[in-house]
């Protein structure tokens, strides 16, 4: 991407917390590192419409979600956002494709840009396919996870430490899996991390916030 991809200033204010965050990068893959509270899921938050910033403005790959000044607030299921939490947060009541398919619904059907067999070929999830989710492995969890963010057909991929429920083995294997997403959706992301060593493998760009 030429132009600016992330440009956030905002100011972000929940309960006795407040922080400035300014990030501009022309860079389509960048990683937000910090201590732990130094407001990583916070900024998440706000990019993707669940937490208004106190002022600001967010504008991710030339559209413009959120501008305190001119008034824009955009609501949260027109941002297009994949968002992809910590501890993946499946369905339990739904098997692996089912929670699959209930990101691919409404808006995401008629625009269709990531097709179904293509994102379980991508990142290896057919053999799950038929299975609940209380018995996958975190990385598997994880996946299918990414998955679901990418059939609702996002623009914009938020990814909130999304190694951090692995251990070191399991690290490894989910690793090369947010490359290949990284690579081939050709998606503005953002990488969320307590751990710089593991963003230089997947960011092009590192900020430190806090
Ligand atoms: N719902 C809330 N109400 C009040 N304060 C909150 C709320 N959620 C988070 N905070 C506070 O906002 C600050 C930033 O939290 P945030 O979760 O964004 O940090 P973080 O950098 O993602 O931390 P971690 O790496 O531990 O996940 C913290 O001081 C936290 O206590």
Request: aromatic share 6%; proline share 4%; charged share 30%.
């Amino acid at each position: 991407m030429n132009a600016t991809t992330f440009l956030l200033d905002l100011e972000l204010r929940r309960g006795g917390f407040a922080r400035r965050i300014e990030i501009r990068s022309d860079r389509r893959v960048i990683a937000v590192i910090g201590e732990s509270g130094a407001g990583k899921t916070s900024l998440l938050h706000a990019i993707a419409g669940l937490l208004r910033p106190a002022r600001g403005r967010i504008e991710i790959a030339g559209q413009c979600l959120f501008d305190s000044a001119a008034r824009i607030d955009l609501p949260a299921h027109r941002r297009r956002i994949g968002y992809v939490f910590q501890d993946a947060r499946l369905f339990p009541h739904l098997d692996v494709r089912r929670n699959l398919l209930y990101g691919w619904r409404g808006e995401a059907r008629r625009e269709t840009r990531f097709e179904f067999d293509a994102i379980v070929e991508l990142l290896g999830i057919g053999a799950l396919l038929g299975r609940g989710t209380a018995g996958l492995s975190g990385g598997e969890t994880q996946r299918v996870a990414l998955g679901r963010a990418l059939l609702s057909q996002p623009r914009i991929l938020l990814l909130d430490e999304p190694l951090s429920m692995l251990d070191m083995d399991r690290r490894d294997e989910l690793l090369p899996y947010l490359q290949r997403v990284r690579d081939e959706t050709a998606l503005p992301m953002i990488y969320v991390s307590h751990y710089p060593e593991e963003v230089r493998r997947i960011a092009e760009e590192t900020h430190r916030i806090g």
